[in-house]
């Protein structure tokens, strides 16, 4: 790599360097206006949503677990059914 060559590229990796760095900023004021924004109706609302699709999430496992355990409890039934024919059909 020439001289030239170099320097153009440590000053492209600087420009981009610079750029990047204010990507992720977020002024005082901004976050400010997000909070404010939270507490108002539609925030509110979007809480409310939150909590009731955690609360429904929680009861759709819950009954996934009595499902599968029902489930068990008609195989175990079955289980036992095909086993009584079975000793009725050998006697």
């Known amino acids: 790599m020439t001289r030239r060559t170099q320097s153009w590229a440590s000053i492209?990796?600087?420009f981009a360097a610079l750029g990047l760095s204010g990507c992720g900023y977020q002024s005082e004021a901004d976050r400010e206006r997000q909070r404010d924004e939270s507490n108002t109706a539609a925030g509110?609302?979007?809480?409310?949503?939150?909590k009731v699709s955690k609360e429904v999430?929680?009861?759709a496992r819950e009954a996934g677990r009595e499902i599968r355990?029902?489930?068990g409890q008609a195989r175990e039934?079955?289980?036992?059914?095909?086993?009584?024919?079975r000793a009725k059909r050998d006697r």
Do not use: H
């Open 69 to 71: 355990k029902a489930a």
């Open 44 to 50: 509110k609302t979007g809480k409310a949503a939150y």
């Open 57 to 59: 999430g929680k009861a």
């Open 12 to 14: 492209l990796v600087v």
């Open 77 to 85: 039934g079955w289980k036992e059914a095909a086993q009584e024919d």
